[in-house]
């Protein structure tokens, strides 16, 4: 449980860091919280020569909220999401979810965008980026790109962040009606499914839907049907409400463990799924 | 004081400040060496316990700048210039930290190896301002694992210490 040896460095700038990743290549590693990189190198699954450390570069923290978009520091701490008052109103689905994540300490430590860049198939915030329909801020050398979250996310463990690349920020319009609920994994406290729901309403009807889902399959995924069949229905109405969200999980390759065989799976996901739907509605 | 561990450092051991329940500790580690190994293998102060080791059962929970967080899962490089707080640092001199003396009056432990990670813990939980009924302190420790299962005694404990205002 020691990691192999390496060269840790700690710069002040992004391009300071730009400058150590081009000179290291894939034997660098970017480290944020360090909590999945870590674990991760004392298996020696991760063997970086170069560590770099995030944590002195500015402007990398924070939350704002601006003409009813909402922008968050990829260094900013799961416990800072889960204190926020600002959230709470303009992003309960995102509260929720950095409330639910892990435990105190993992809270302190850990961050939104060392989560995100990660891509473990089951990351809270997966779910809640996707159905937030966020955007993704992405530094690199050459300058800076926004990329869709919907598109970042490829696989297990797998993103578009290229190795010379800095997950810098992440930003979403303002989702006052919307709610995370997850189904944890009683030990690990991962979800064995994690639904985020973002709803707009016309009266006690949604009008429109965006439905995410982690832990269920090799990465988070838009429930593209349900959303479409979610469109009208009063979630009052219960056998409407179980109707749209049924098959939830269609079309996923969805993961089977001991604590979560594939069809239980995918039945709780119907289910999660209308648990966050009822969630977002109540305003 | 912070001190300035250079833009780059390692892989072989290199100077690392640790301010540790207010001394300061001039180590000689490899940047690989986790706050916990840092505390225990080199400035001798063996109360934060080695668990699980991978952040899962809390036993080697210590305060940074008065948060809790578990030392197996960061660097002792990333923490120059904290204030580091471990279970020596609690009592003042024979005189028990109330979280302490809770623990032992409401036998809050069985063989007592998580014990350092819960009281740390549980510092940690008052401070926050959590509330003190008996889910919401479950909730609250629920990075501390204990095996023997001691958990009513540390609720209680927990409770107890949390109504004398400490």
Do not use: W
């Not at chain 1, 020569?49 to 520091?73: K, Q």
């Amino acid at each position: 449980m020691i990691p192999t040896k390496f060269e840790y460095a700690k710069p002040s700038s992004l391009d300071e860091a730009f400058a150590l990743l081009a000179e290291h290549g894939p034997d660098a590693k970017l480290l944020a919280g360090g909590h999945s990189l870590i674990p991760m190198m004392k298996l020696r699954l991760a063997e970086p020569e170069m560590l770099i450390d995030l944590a002195g570069i500015p402007g990398l923290t924070g939350i704002t909220v601006r003409d009813g978009r909402v922008s968050i520091g990829a260094m900013t701490k799961h416990a800072t999401l889960a204190a926020s008052e600002e959230l709470r109103q303009h992003a309960p689905v995102l509260f929720e979810a950095a409330n639910a994540l892990g435990d105190p300490q993992v809270r302190n430590r850990g961050t939104i965008g060392g989560a995100l860049a990660n891509g473990d198939p089951g990351c809270d915030y997966a779910a809640v980026m996707l159905a937030l329909d966020a955007t993704f801020t992405v530094a690199g050398k050459g300058g800076t790109r926004e990329e869709a979250a919907s598109s970042f996310m490829v696989g297990m463990f797998e993103t578009t962040l290229s190795p010379e690349e800095v997950l810098v920020g992440v930003s979403f319009a303002a989702a006052p009606a919307s709610a995370y609920v997850k189904y944890a994994h009683p030990a690990s406290g991962y979800p064995l499914v994690g639904a985020a729901v973002v709803l707009s309403m016309n009266g006690d009807a949604i009008s429109e839907a965006r439905v995410g889902v982690t832990g269920v399959g090799d990465h988070a995924f838009r429930a593209g049907s349900v959303e479409k069949a979610l469109a009208g229905v009063r979630p009052s109405d219960r056998t409407a409400l179980e109707g749209a969200c049924a098959g939830s999980a269609a079309g996923v390759d969805v993961r089977s463990e001991p604590a979560a065989g594939a069809g239980y799976r995918s039945a709780m996901c119907d289910v999660y799924v209308s648990r966050a739907v009822l969630a977002a509605t109540r305003g | 004081m912070p001190v300035d561990v250079g833009p780059r450092a390692g892989p072989h051991p290199v100077p690392v400040t640790l301010t540790i329940n207010g001394m300061r500790h001039d180590l000689t580690i490899e940047p690989r060496v986790t706050l916990l190994d840092a505390l225990r293998e080199y400035a001798n102060l063996p109360g934060t316990k080695k668990g699980c080791d991978q952040g899962t059962c809390g036993a080697c929970t210590v305060l940074v700048n008065g948060r809790r967080i578990d030392s197996c899962l960061t660097l002792a490089i990333m923490h120059t210039g904290a204030r580091i707080t471990t279970i020596e640092g609690l009592a003042d001199g024979d005189r028990l930290h109330p979280m302490q003396a809770a623990f032992l009056e409401h036998d809050g432990f069985q063989c007592g190896y998580c014990t350092p990670g819960q009281i740390l813990s549980a510092v940690a939980l008052l401070a926050e301002k959590r509330p003190l009924d008996d889910a919401s302190i479950r909730e609250f420790m629920s990075g501390n694992i204990c095996r023997c299962g001691a958990y009513k005694n540390i609720v209680d404990a927990v409770a107890a210490a949390g109504k004398q205002n400490v």
